[in-house]
């Protein structure tokens, strides 16, 4: 198998702010600030049957993942309304949430009360030390953390950024379907990323407040190919991949375009 270390990331997201109706009786989690994810691929909204070219290769991408590990929300001058820190009675834990491609597009951040609201919503993708060491069997069953892939095992924690397909080469006469295993994943030891939204708002019952983000895989792993590279592991524990750190955060940072 193909392995090499190499700065893949490359991702756009447009973010606005919207509202769609929950149900009266949702009952999965009621955190109602909710990042949706809309994935696209050179133009194309994606699912896990469409095939797509990626360098020399036809793939099939059978799931993508990001993980978000916090989020807070503060008014114009930058002071934090929610979550309140300084509350001893009911401390904020955040419960880290992931998006997924085949599981589910929306990640559920917080919830917060219902008001009115101006200023700027922070969340971060990756895990802190505490929720990065936790194992998926200490978590509750079908928690998103608990997808295949995210965990890298014991002492290694979870990956931020986690995709899988397949692929075949474009001049293959014989085989005519993606057929071989790809892999890409990002540790979440290695990298963390902190975004912004602002937009002012109202929260009332049974209603969500929407983070809409449009993600461009095609930008996301602009430079790669199968071919060439079918396993790809950015790992702090290489220090090959730790030099590539300010790379990979740059490609991501300049890849993000956060609509106004």
Known sequence: MKRLLFPLLAAVAFLAGCETILPEDASYDQRNVVLRHFFYYDGVTMDTNKVFTLGNAEVRFQDIEIVFGSYYFTDHLDDTLTPNFKDTVNPYVFDPVAASLAFNNDARLYRIAKGVYSGSHHFWMGLDSTANATPPSALAEG????????????????NILYIKGLYRDLTDTVVLKPNQPFTYRVSSKLMKMDWFKSMSFNVVPNRDVNLNIVWD????????????????????SNPIASALYPTIKGNMVASYSIQL
């Open 143 to 158: 928690h998103t953390l608990r997808h295949p892939g995210l965990y890298r095992g014991e002492d290694q924690g979870y």
């Open 217 to 236: 895989i095609e930008k996301l792993l602009l430079g790669l190919d199968p071919m060439l590279v079918d396993d790809l592991d950015v790992d702090p």
